[in-house]
C-alpha cells in the first residue's frame, strides 16, 4: 500500500484542481456570443462578464471595446478593434456585418465603419488602434485601419512602431 499512496495523493490533487477549475467556470457564465440582437445595436457590456471572440481575454475595459454583428442577430464582443478586424476577415458576412466600436473622444458606441482611428495608441493587444467619432490630423478611415491590421502594419510590428512613433 505504501508503494501506491504517491499515486493517490496525485490522483486525489488532480482531481480537486480540476473540480475548483470547473466550478470557476460555471460560475463566472462568460459571455462570448450573444443571440438575437436582431435590432443590431450596441449590448450594453458589464466589465468581466464578456470574453473577446478573437483572442479569448475577458473584457475588463470598454476604451477599446468592439461589438460585430451578423445579419441574424449574433453578436460577438472584443476589446481591442485589431482583434475583430482579425476575426472578421474571413467570416461569410463580412461586408454586411454591423460593427459597434467604443469612441475615445464622445465615449459612446458609434459605427465603427464611419469611425476614424488613431495609429499608434496602447491598446489592450498592441495593434494601437483608437476609434474617434470626430476627425483630426493623422487619423485614418476604417477601410485604411483595416487594410493596415490585415497586412500587420500595427503597433505590434517593431519597423511600423518605431515609424509611428518617429523614434
Known sequence: MKKFMPFIVVGILVVII????LSL??????????EGNTQKLPIKMKLHK??????GMVIDELTYASQVIAPDGRTWFFH???DFVHWLRDKPFEKSAVIWVMSRDTHKW??????????????PMGYGFGAYEHKKAGMVDFATMRL???RG?????????KQLLGR
Open 18 to 21: 480540476v473540480g475548483v477549475f
Open 25 to 34: 467556470a460555471k460560475v463566472q457564465h462568460m459571455v462570448v456570443i450573444q
Open 50 to 55: 464578456y470574453q473577446d471572440s478573437d483572442c
Open 80 to 82: 481591442d478593434h485589431g
Open 110 to 123: 458609434i459605427d465603427g465603419r464611419k469611425a476614424f482611428y488613431t495609429l499608434n495608441e496602447l491598446t
Open 148 to 150: 493596415r491590421m490585415l
Open 153 to 161: 502594419e500595427t503597433m505590434k510590428n517593431p519597423r511600423i512602431r
